[in-house]
């Protein structure tokens, strides 16, 4: 039988078709394995693998892109349990637990010295905005990052990294990066200045930036409206603590020029400018347009803000998620200027659910801890049990790590030490708002549990063990019931994170190229399995402590 071309027109019109076809074939082939001259990896910061599930029906951007086009892994754990922001990005370019990159929280307590320590503290350093704040660097940072893996071997390759926040940008960028910014409120982006360096020159970068975000913002004033009228619906009053209000945009008046700030810092804004930020860096310094491959790493703090003031499940997370999806769709498209091909990573430094008095409206057994109030009953307790004149616990950054104090507020003798935690550990046993309360010197010579153990079946006591570094974990960590909430809501903060249970450790993971195959990998992983699936993507080794794997991104079992 003949061929259509054959009979319509003979040989030479069917020699036509034929490079036509195989163009066509070409054209639709996807692109097996990304081979990147640029790495872009995003964290959006409490971006929870509830909130992705929920909204991926209704995203139609950056974020429906990636999931529709990439490898999507719905179930991306922090295997860690103290889940706050400056640990969960410790682990996501290191490829390492937090007992191992020494960010256990974002604030620990130094009983050397008796100080609450900040977890990128340096006071050898200033910040270029204001030289008398105080100093952050990656100083206490204690593991290498894939920027770094590669700069060993590729030293023509850059590294940057911009965020909402000095601990989403510092700590995925690591040590020797090329240029490390925030977003600091009423200034614009900042960094560190180390000693003999000129705050300036540190800024060149971003100067130019900082002078149009500026002028913007007092040309057009930011006001939140709704973008996405739908979101209208989850409109409703709520009581939380002392306070009455409704959830609903847009926000009250602002009172104050303070209130003013802070409610521009608590809105979409915050992430708009911070990829807006990126965009620039890319562009100025022509990232992935070489023959080396380049990193830009991109933090976005709004996320966690409004979660924080306004929880998670409401008309002002819904805006914010709908405009950050259309942002970053903006942000994918600016990267087709890129020369050469890009490779996008995304994924969250930790989840989150709901404020309690949400939550029990739909049935859930949620409750609140008030932090101070039951520190000070758990000393009182443990005073009468060894008639103590002082309080022997104290916490730096929440009470689920309580540290061991003596009556000069350092360190006591290993035989008070020793009292103090039995007696404390005996208390907490018969309370029935916490699920367990562990011995952080007996964490650190726990087992591991079987290699190839799932990150959602790992017990809570391996998620404090790889919470757990020596000399700045608390004495006693200690895991609440589930959906109870060890804080008291406030004016501007009514929802939490950080404990060990899985809404807030799983997050997605998604990984994206162009003209890459859509998959959807539905098996739990890890955030530390990212920076080795770089490292083998681009051709480097990571260190050989990392407690990440790599993932294969294309068919098969192959990395």
């Known amino acids: 039988m003949r061929s259509f071309t054959q009979t319509v027109a003979g040989p030479a019109l069917a020699a036509l078709f034929v490079p036509l076809l195989v163009a066509g074939a070409a054209r639709a082939a996807p692109v097996e394995a990304p081979a990147p001259k640029l790495v872009v990896v995003i964290s959006i910061d409490q971006f929870s693998a ?25 179930s991306g754990y922090q295997s860690h349990a103290m889940t706050e922001t400056c640990p969960g990005h410790s682990t996501l370019l290191t490829g390492k637990y937090p007992s191992k990159t020494g960010i256990v929280a974002n604030d620990w307590y130094d009983l050397a010295t008796g100080q609450k320590t900040y977890c990128l503290a340096d006071p050898a350093v200033t910040l270029a905005h204001d030289p008398a704040a ?20 590729s030293p023509a390759s850059r590294v940057y990294a911009v965020s ?17 910014f925030w977003l600091q409120p009423g200034f614009g982006f900042t960094t560190w200045v180390e000693p003999g360096q000129d705050a300036k020159t540190r800024l060149a970068p971003v100067a130019a930036l900082n002078l149009k975000l500026a002028a913007d913002l007092k040309a057009h004033p930011f006001t939140w409206t709704y973008a996405d ?26 009172a104050d020029e303070a209130a003013a700030a802070k409610d521009l810092s608590t809105s979409p804004y915050t992430d708009r400018v911070t990829l807006e930020a990126a965009e620039a860096l890319r562009e100025e310094f022509h990232l992935g347009d070489g023959p080396a491959v380049d990193v830009l790493a991109v933090s976005l703090s709004a996320t966690d803000f409004i979660g924080h003031r306004f929880g998670t499940r409401g008309p002002e997370m819904c805006d914010h998620l709908m405009r950050l999806d259309a942002r970053l769709g903006a942000f994918l498209d600016s990267l087709d200027k890129v020369k050469g091909p890009v490779l996008v990573a995304l994924t969250a430094d930790h989840g989150g659910s709901d404020f309690p ?26 005073r009468a049990r060894l008639d103590l004149a002082y309080d022997p616990l104290i916490q730096a950054g929440g009470i689920e790590s309580l540290y061991v104090d003596g009556p000069d507020g350092k360190a006591p003798s290993a035989v008070d030490h020793a009292r103090i935690t ?7 046993a018969q309370r029935p708002e916490v699920f367990a309360a562990y011995d952080a010197n007996a964490l650190f010579t726990a087992a591991p549990p079987p290699t190839g153990t799932p990150p959602d079946e790992i017990s809570v006591a391996e998620r404090m063990r790889r919470s757990a570094y020596p000399g700045r974990v608390g004495d006693i960590l200690v895991a609440f019931q589930p959906y109870l909430t060890p804080t008291s809501p406030g004016s501007s903060y009514v929802a939490s994170h950080g404990s060990p249970w899985n809404y807030d450790r799983r997050v997605p993971v998604l990984f994206w ?13 890890e955030t530390v399995d990212i920076a080795p699936t770089l490292a083998a993507v681009t051709g480097v080794k990571p260190p050989a402590d990392i407690d990440g794997r790599c993932l294969p991104l294309g068919a098969g079992p192959a990395c």
């Not at 000095?166 to 700590?171: F, M």
């Open 164 to 180: 909402g926040k000095d601990r989403g940008a510092i700590n995925m960028a690591g040590h020797g990066a090329d240029g490390v």
């Open 50 to 74: 509830n909130l992705f599930e929920q909204y991926r029906p209704s995203f139609k951007g950056g974020l429906g892109r990636l999931a529709r086009e990439g490898v999507v892994y719905p």
């Open 357 to 382: 008095e949400r939550l029990r409206q739909q049935g859930y057994d949620a409750g609140r801890v008030p932090p101070v109030a039951w520190l000070k009953g758990l000393n009182a307790a443990v």
């Open 134 to 153: 105080k100093g952050v660097s990656p100083k206490l940072l204690m593991a290498s990052t894939y920027g770094e893996w590669l700069k060993a071997v």
């Open 229 to 254: 009228k739908a979101c209208a619906a989850k409109e409703a009053d709520y009581v939380t603590g002392d306070r009455r209000w409704r959830a609903a945009l847009p926000l009250p008046r602002p």
């Open 513 to 525: 190229w162009k003209g890459g195959e859509a998959r959807e990998r539905v098996l739990p992983i």
């Open 422 to 428: 039995a007696a404390a550990l005996a208390v907490l």
